[in-house]
């Protein structure tokens, strides 16, 4: 199985920058479709991005989508958050997940089987 481990979550103003990074451990990382997600307090957690092994198919939800880019780095086994134009709405604790298929379907949080600890993501107004 894989290990997940989140960084690079912080306070950022409306409007600015974050990337975090999700290091991951065990077996080979390239195995692994990726997700993020992330939960905002009395939220359910959503689905954020996606990313297939080779990094030819990303996946976005429509409310990140022109503000945010995933990627991964096979080789230093990380995957990675780019996230601009950040708006207080952002605001949660994200989540890096990993699958083994790269079927079906993988918005939902039931279709991963490894997750990290989360990262807080906390944008002011």
């Known amino acids: 199985q894989v290990q997940l481990v989140e960084s690079g979550g912080g306070l950022v103003q409306a409007g600015g920058s974050l990337r975090l990074s999700c290091a991951a451990s065990?077996?080979?990382?390239?195995?692994?479709?990726m997700g993020w997600f992330r939960q905002a307090p009395g939220k359910e957690r959503e689905f954020v991005a996606a990313i297939n092994w080779s990094s030819s198919y990303t996946d976005y939800a429509d409310s990140v989508k022109g503000r945010f880019t995933i990627s991964r780095d096979n080789v230093r086994n990380t995957l990675y958050l780019h996230m601009n134009g950040l708006k207080v709405e952002d605001t949660a604790v994200y989540y890096c997940?990993?699958?083994?298929?790269?079927?079906?379907?993988?918005?939902?949080?039931?279709?991963?089987?490894?997750w990290g600890q989360g990262t807080q993501v906390t944008v002011s107004s």
């Open positions: 997940a990993a699958r083994d298929s790269s079927l079906g379907d993988y918005v939902h949080k039931i279709a991963y089987a490894y």
């Open positions: 065990g077996r080979t990382f390239n195995r692994y479709f």
